[in-house]
Nanobody
Framework: QVQLVESGGGLVQAGGSLRLSCAPS????????TGWFRQAPGKEREFVGA????????FYADSVKGRFTISRDSAKNTVYLQMNSLKPEDTAVYYC???????????????WGQGTQVTVSS
């Protein structure tokens, strides 16, 4: 089993920045990729971006490309989601998740964190 804990959410004004953290524990050797997803009220959970633990390769949803950056710190066993130029439409609960492959397919992610709220005011 893999456990994931997110932190770093909060309230920020439009145009501001936040950095979320995701710390996995447990059977972390089984994690090939960590993805970030978000879910706004009344909407389906959507892919934000993902990173490969081995190569550091990343890819993003078009809606956040150029504004959000995912990175990892292997020494701290932590993945980060740096969010810049935030917009009110970025308001959502953000989740990190682990998968055995780098993908935007939500069905491949088999371990999830509890989520952290991000609210962007206009």
């Amino acid at each position: 089993q893999v456990q994931l804990v997110e932190s770093g959410g909060g309230l920020v004004q439009a145009g501001g920045s936040l950095r979320l953290s995701c710390a996995p524990s447990g059977r972390t050797f089984s994690i090939y990729a960590t993805g970030w997803f978000r879910q706004a009220p009344g909407k389906e959970r959507e892919f934000v971006g993902a990173i490969s633990w081995s190569s550091g390769g990343t890819f993003y949803a078009d809606s956040v490309k150029g504004r959000f950056t995912i990175s990892r710190d292997s020494a701290k066993n932590t993945v980060y989601l740096q969010m810049n130029s935030l917009k009110p439409e970025d308001t959502a609960v953000y989740y990190c998740a682990a998968a055995p492959a780098l993908s935007r397919n939500i069905n491949l992610y088999n371990s999830w964190g509890q989520g952290t709220q991000v609210t962007v005011s206009s």
